[in-house]
C-alpha cells in the first residue's frame, strides 16, 4: 500500500487547494442507458471516450501541475502521446500517475481490499445491497483488489460481462462527505442509485491510512426512530444529506442547505453532532427550492474569492424582491421565485432557541465575507450566473455556472460553455483562460502555477455538463490552506 501522509483539513471554500479526492470517469458512465439515465441521476447518456480525453482529463493534468507538480511537470507530450495517453490515467495500470496530493478514490479502495477481512465484509455488504447470489459472492472472493475495486465502482470486471449496475455518480466525489475543519462528515444519499457509493466511501474513511488522524472523527447521521413505519413518500422525516449542501466557508462557519437532495432532519442532526463535538461554533441552514434546477446549494451559488462570489440572481437582493424580468416571466409564463421560497437560518452554538433570518442569499454571503473574512464592505463582489440577464441566467445555472472549484483564492474552474457568466467574470476584473493554453504555458514554465491570480479558466464542458455538476461537485478537498 502507498504510503499517504494523513493530513486532513478544511476551513475555507477558497484557501490554497494541497490534497483532494477525485475520481475518473470509469466504463460504468458508457453503459448508462436511456431507459436507465433518470434513475442513475442523469440527465442524458454521454460519450465515454470524449468525457475521459477531451474533458475530465484536462482537469487532472491541471490539478496536478498546482497540487504535485513533479508527477505531470516535463511530462505532457509523453502523457498525451495516443499510445500512451490512457495509461497515466488508470487506476490499476503501472503508469497510473498516483499522487499523494490529486487521490483517485478507486486506487484508496484497492488498498484496504487488501485487507481479507475488509474484502470479506465488503463483498458480502455489496452483494447484500444489489441481491446478487451466493455463488457470485464467492466469485467476487476470488478477484484481485484492482479488479474487485474496479468491479465494485463500474458493475463490470471486462466488456463483455456485467455483475451490478453502475455507479456513474461516484465522479461527484463532493456528495460522498465533507472535511470540515479536521472531521468528516459522511453522506447519507436520498437516491438509492447512490446506496453503493456511501458504504464504499464509509469503508475507505474508517479504514484507509490517508484518513488515520480522522478514523475516530467521521460523523454518521442516523436514521429517525420508527423511520422503518414511515410511508415512502415522507420525505420530511427521512435523513438524508449529500455533500453539496455543505460548504466551510470559515474555521467556526458550516453552510448546510435544505434541498431536493438533502432533508430538514439531516441538517437538524448535523448541526447538532458539529456543535456536540465542538467543530465550528456557527451553522447556517439554507433551505431552497425543492427543484432538480438546483438540487444542492452549491448549484445555486459558490465562493470565488474571500470578497466574491458566483451566484444565481433569483437569491439576491433584487430577484428575491422583484425585477423587471417579472414581465417577461408572466409573459413566458414562468412562476417567479417567491421571497418564502428561500429560507436562511443561523444558529449559534449555545443558542439555538434564538436563530438569526437573513432575507437573501446576497445578503448572507455579503456578512460572511465582511464579519468573518475581513472584507471591506465595498469590496464585496456578487458576480451572477448568466450576467444576470434573463434567460441566460437559468440556461447557465442549469450547465453549473454556479458550481465552480476554487483550487487557490481567485483562480476558479468553470464550463467553457457559460458565455455570459465568463462576461460578468471579466467585468469583474478576472482574467479568463482557456485550460489547453494555461496547461502549455505551465509546460513551458511562461507561467507558475504560483503566480496565477483572479483567473477563470475555462475548462471543455459538451459531454461533462450532461452529468449535471461541475468542479465542485467533482471535488472533495481533504487540505486546504
Not at 439515465?37 to 487532472?60: G, N, S
Not at 463483498?123 to 468491479?151: F, H, K, N, T, W
Not at 489547453?436 to 514554465?445: F, I, K, M, V
Request: glycine share 4%; charged share 25%; net charge negative.
Amino acid at each position: 500500500m502507498k504510503h499517504y501522509t494523513d493530513t486532513i483539513h478544511v476551513s475555507s471554500e477558497t484557501g490554497r487547494l494541497r490534497k483532494v479526492l477525485v475520481h475518473s470517469p470509469d466504463s460504468g458512465l458508457g453503459k448508462v442507458v436511456p431507459s436507465k439515465a433518470q434513475d442513475w441521476l442523469f440527465e442524458d447518456i454521454v460519450h465515454l471516450d470524449t468525457i475521459r480525453r477531451q474533458e475530465y482529463d484536462y482537469y487532472i493534468k491541471l490539478l496536478l501541475y498546482f497540487l504535485d507538480e513533479k508527477k505531470i511537470k516535463g511530462r505532457l507530450v509523453d502523457i498525451d502521446a495516443p499510445e500512451q495517453h490512457r495509461n497515466f490515467f488508470k487506476p490499476d495500470h503501472p503508469d497510473f500517475y498516483n499522487s499523494q496530493h490529486v487521490i483517485e478514490l478507486q486506487v484508496l479502495l484497492a488498498d484496504i481490499l487488501t485487507d481479507t477481512s475488509i474484502k470479506s465484509q465488503l463483498v458480502a455488504s455489496v452483494c447484500a445491497i444489489e441481491a446478487c447470489s451466493y455463488d457470485v459472492q464467492r466469485e467476487l472472493m476470488g478477484y484481485a483488489p484492482a479488479m474487485l475495486a474496479r468491479v465494485f465502482f463500474s458493475g463490470t470486471p471486462d466488456e463483455r460481462e456485467m455483475i451490478f449496475p453502475p455507479i456513474p455518480n461516484f465522479i461527484f466525489t463532493r456528495d460522498i462527505g465533507i472535511v470540515i475543519n479536521d472531521h468528516i462528515l459522511l453522506n447519507k444519499p436520498m437516491k438509492e442509485a447512490r446506496k453503493r457509493e456511501a458504504l464504499l466511501a464509509k469503508y475507505i474513511f474508517y479504514h484507509h491510512p490517508v484518513f488515520a488522524s480522522c478514523h475516530d472523527k467521521v460523523i454518521e447521521l442516523t436514521d429517525t426512530q420508527h423511520h422503518f413505519l414511515l410511508p415512502n413518500d415522507a420525505d420530511v422525516e427521512r435523513v438524508t444529506l449529500e455533500g453539496g449542501d455543505v460548504m466551510v466557508v470559515s474555521p467556526d462557519h458550516v453552510l448546510i442547505g435544505v434541498s431536493e437532495r438533502t432533508t430538514r432532519e439531516a441538517a437538524a442532526q448535523a448541526v447538532q453532532r458539529l456543535f456536540e463535538r465542538d467543530v465550528v461554533q456557527r451553522a447556517t441552514i439554507i433551505k431552497i427550492p425543492h427543484k432538480r434546477d438546483y438540487m444542492h446549494i452549491d448549484t445555486v451559488f459558490t465562493q470565488v474569492k474571500r470578497n466574491t462570489w458566483v451566484m444565481l440572481g433569483d437569491f439576491s437582493n433584487q430577484g428575491l424582491a422583484g425585477s423587471q424580468t417579472d414581465a417577461v416571466h408572466r409573459a413566458l409564463r414562468i412562476q417567479p421565485h417567491r421571497a418564502d421560497d428561500l429560507e436562511i437560518l443561523q444558529f449559534e452554538k449555545g443558542d439555538l432557541s434564538n436563530p438569526r433570518h437573513f432575507q437573501s442569499l446576497e445578503a448572507l454571503l455579503t456578512e460572511i465575507s465582511v464579519a468573518e473574512l475581513g472584507a471591506a464592505p465595498a469590496d464585496v463582489s456578487i458576480i451572477m450566473s448568466g450576467n444576470n440577464e434573463f434567460p441566460y441566467d437559468a440556461r447557465e445555472q442549469w450547465t453549473d455556472s454556479c458550481n465552480l472549484l476554487a483550487i487557490r483564492e481567485g483562480v476558479v474552474l468553470g464550463y467553457d460553455r457559460n458565455d455570459k457568466t465568463t462576461e460578468a467574470f471579466r467585468a469583474a476584473g478576472f482574467d479568463v483562460v482557456n485550460v489547453s493554453d494555461l496547461l502549455a504555458d505551465l509546460e513551458s514554465g511562461k507561467v507558475r502555477a504560483d503566480d496565477v491570480t483572479d483567473t477563470l479558466v475555462l475548462m471543455p464542458s459538451a459531454e461533462l455538463s450532461r452529468a449535471r455538476g461541475g468542479f465542485h461537485c467533482m471535488s472533495m478537498p481533504l487540505w486546504r490552506d
